[in-house]
Nanobody
Framework: QVQLVESGGGLVQPGGSLILSCAAS????????MAWYRQAPGQQRDLVAA???????NYADSVKGRFTISGDNAKNTVDLQMNSLKPEDTAVYYC?????????WGQGTQVTVSS
């Protein structure tokens, strides 16, 4: 079992920045991918960014050059640095962890980009 707790969401103006953090606990040694997804009202949940335990990253085209995902193995956290935020980035952001045979989700944190 893996438990994930997100923090760092909130309201930000267009062009602003936020950092989301996800703290993992439990069977963390079995995690091989951690990721951030987001879901806007009435939309499906989509991948935003992912990082493997080897440090390989992957980003949605819509956030490339603006968002950065990073993992800290010592702290068991994965952060999402979000810059140049746009209103279309507004969504609930979910932390995700993948182990062999299972996927785990955090409870989600709201990010609202509005003036």
């Amino acid at each position: 079992q893996v438990q994930l707790v997100e923090s760092g969401g909130g309201l930000v103006q267009p062009g602003g920045s936020l950092i989301l953090s996800c703290a993992a606990s439990g069977s963390i040694s079995s995690i091989y991918v951690m990721a951030w997804y987001r879901q806007a009202p009435g939309q499906q949940r989509d991948l935003v960014a992912a990082v493997t335990n080897g440090g390989r990253t992957n980003y949605a085209d819509s956030v490339k050059g603006r968002f950065t995902i990073s993992g800290d193995n010592a702290k068991n956290t994965v952060d999402l640095q979000m810059n140049s935020l746009k209103p279309e980035d507004t969504a609930v952001y979910y932390c995700n962890a993948v182990v062999v045979g299972a996927t785990y989700w955090g409870q989600g944190t709201q990010v609202t980009v509005s003036s």
